[in-house]
């Protein structure tokens, strides 16, 4: 189950760009390439919803981190586009915000985003479905079969609601 939570990571990294105000504070980073088209039955009844990053405004540099102890911090920054389709429906979001992954030595994963942060609960699991995050939002990714939002602070948008 490796894969899941690298794939998690990607995704949550992907779907947590900032915005260009913040770009020269990471001026220089890696660039990373867009996430891939993740297609699944993520809002129950309304059947297959196709979630990607709009190419053209893709933009994310990532900066990395080791401690002595062995945790790995990775700064990014960007800013992204994520379009929504399912049900009939094509809706376009902002999700950018600058953000903090921290990986632990003991494997656990904490993702922190501030701005708008996009967020793919998998079916079958307690937070399932497509919600949008503005504000600060802590995600837990100790389980690496499920990412969690442990905490957050703003506004909560419920993106399976407006496709139905």
Same mark, same amino acid.
């Given at each position: 189950?490796?894969?899941?939570?690298?794939?998690?990571?990607?995704?949550?990294?992907?779907?947590? #760009?900032? *915005?260009?105000?913040? %770009? !020269?504070?990471?001026?220089?980073?890696?660039?990373?390439?867009?996430?891939?088209?993740?297609?699944? @039955?993520?809002?129950?009844?309304?059947?297959?919803?196709?979630? *990607? %990053?709009?190419?053209?405004?893709?933009?994310?540099?990532?900066?990395?981190?080791?401690?002595?102890?062995?945790?790995?911090?990775?700064?990014?920054?960007?800013?992204?586009?994520?379009?929504?389709?399912?049900? !009939?429906?094509?809706?376009?979001?902002?999700?950018?915000?600058?953000?903090?992954?921290?990986?632990?030595?003991? !494997?656990?994963?904490?993702?922190?985003?501030?701005?708008?942060?996009?967020?793919?609960? %998998?079916?079958?699991?307690?937070? %399932?479905?497509?919600?949008?995050?503005?504000?600060?939002?802590?995600?837990?990714?100790?389980?690496?079969? @499920?990412?969690?939002?442990?905490?957050?602070?703003? @506004?909560?948008?419920?993106?399976? #609601?407006?496709?139905?």
């Amino acid at each position: 189950m490796g894969w899941l939570r690298r794939a998690l990571i990607v995704v949550l990294l992907s779907a947590m #760009a900032v *915005s260009l105000t913040s %770009a !020269g504070v990471l001026a220089g980073g890696t660039p990373v390439p867009p996430p891939p088209t993740l297609t699944d @039955n993520f809002c129950g009844n309304l059947g297959p919803i196709t979630v *990607s %990053a709009d190419v053209d405004s893709w933009k994310l540099t990532l900066k990395v981190f080791t401690s002595r102890n062995g945790t790995e911090v990775d700064l990014f920054t960007g800013h992204q586009r994520t379009i929504v389709q399912g049900n !009939g429906k094509r809706l376009t979001f902002d999700s950018s915000g600058p953000g903090r992954i921290t990986i632990y030595p003991n !494997g656990n994963v904490t993702v922190v985003g501030t701005g708008h942060l996009f967020y793919l609960g %998998a079916p079958g699991t307690p937070q %399932a479905g497509i919600f949008l995050y503005s504000g600060v939002t802590v995600i837990d990714i100790s389980d690496p079969t @499920n990412a969690t939002v442990s905490s957050y602070r703003g @506004n909560k948008l419920d993106v399976c #609601a407006l496709l139905a």
